[in-house]
């Protein structure tokens, strides 16, 4: 393991402005998106702003899970950040794309936790680095 | 304006664990980055893990800036995201530097939701892109 993380960054362009308007709707998929990845669901908490566009996050026990949208513009911007080899960050990308019916979709992975510096500035010598317990066992 | 937001991504290795445990700091040092950088607090959600660990997101009206902490390994792993002239990422990031008392810190900039590619995929013709209204008037 070289790193602790994996985070996708994605750009969903061209998206029906009905779907991406509605606050329910957004949450049902972000938390859909977390399920379907894999991923222990802690919380969730989703905004509507006036006049438009939804921003929310999902914690959950593997990181989180975050979107912006502009309905006006057809817009929305997710990350999904996930801890440990049960999830899989791109399962949730996938979902989203599939649900947010984006004509355009852009995306990258960014390695979070490069293992080498943990054990580099640790206060104390590490035996081995691991993912947090709670992301093998679920959230206690 | 080429994209509407800034989304910095930042690892503090070698943090205090006593500082990076402590649930109830790090959502004041995650809030008070927040203000620091001029943006607006919608809301915050932040959960203990058991045995140690600390994640959280607080929804901003620009965006959002979330936290993952390992105080076993020393190490925090911070995005700040943020749209329109009005808020700099970058000052969340150095305000939060000084708190959590990081040995090495290393960040980067991602540009998110190109203006190009708004035009190109939105469903009508757009006459110009703007941050969300409420990114530059407050929430309502």
New interface residues.
């Given amino acids: 393991m070289t790193a602790?993380?994996r985070?996708v960054?994605i750009?969903f362009?061209?998206c029906?402005?009905d779907i991406i308007e509605n606050n329910a709707l957004i949450e049902k998929f972000m938390r859909g998106a977390a399920d379907y990845s894999g991923a222990t669901i802690?919380?969730?908490?989703f905004?509507h702003?006036?006049?438009?566009?939804v921003?929310?996050?999902v914690?959950i026990?593997e990181?989180?899970l975050?979107i912006?949208t502009?309905p006006?513009?057809?817009?929305a911007?997710v990350?999904v950040?996930t801890?440990g080899d049960s999830v899989n960050p791109w399962k949730a990308a996938d979902y989203l794309s599939e649900k947010l019916q984006?004509?355009?979709t852009?995306s990258f992975e960014?390695p979070?936790?490069?293992v080498d510096?943990?054990r580099?500035?640790?206060?104390q010598e590490?035996e081995e680095?691991k993912v947090?317990?709670?992301e093998l066992e679920g959230?206690?």
């Fill in positions: 602790l993380g985070h960054l750009e362009y061209g029906p402005s802690v919380e969730s908490v905004h702003f006036n006049p438009y566009g921003s929310g996050a914690i026990a990181s989180h975050t912006h502009w006006e513009y057809g817009f911007s990350d950040y801890c984006a004509k355009k852009e960014v979070r936790g490069m510096k943990i580099q500035f640790a206060e590490i680095v947090k317990p709670q959230v206690k």
